[in-house]
């Protein structure tokens, strides 16, 4: 059973970094074919894919968010993380992270964190 666990701080002040991460447990963010994903929902909006690392490490954004969008990984803790710069409360949303990639087939992505809220506020 894959288990995702998103946490970092629930309040970023504007144009500051916002940093999440997700704990995996229960599989390998190293194991072979699988990638990992940053979702996000803003209030009263959709689901919206903000990028994805594979298995070896690869990287791929959502070209509206690419200039501000970083994920890496630790595997050692099993891990990877979001950092998303520059911040508004436009980026205030509950963010996801889930097990898939390649964009916006959330039909596909067959393992959720629960989320967490991330305001944007001075």
């Known amino acids: 059973q894959v288990q995702l666990q998103e946490s970092g701080p629930g309040l970023v002040k504007p144009s500051q970094t916002l940093s999440l991460t997700c704990t995996v447990s229960?599989?390998?963010?190293?194991?072979?074919?699988?990638?990992w994903s940053w979702i996000r929902q803003p209030p009263g909006k959709g689901l919206e894919w903000m990028g994805v690392?594979?298995?070896?490490?690869?990287?791929y954004y959502s070209p509206s968010l690419k200039s501000r969008t970083s994920i890496s990984r630790d595997t050692s803790k099993n891990q990877f993380s979001l950092q998303l710069t520059s911040v508004t409360p436009e980026d205030t949303a509950v963010y996801y992270c889930?097990?898939?990639?390649?964009?916006?087939?959330?039909?596909?992505?067959?393992?959720w964190g629960q989320g967490t809220q991330v305001t944007v506020s001075s």
């Open positions: 889930a097990r898939g990639g390649g964009g916006h087939y959330y039909w596909t992505y067959d393992y």
């Open positions: 229960g599989g390998s963010i190293a194991t072979t074919n699988y990638a």
């Open positions: 690392i594979g298995y070896d490490g690869s990287t």
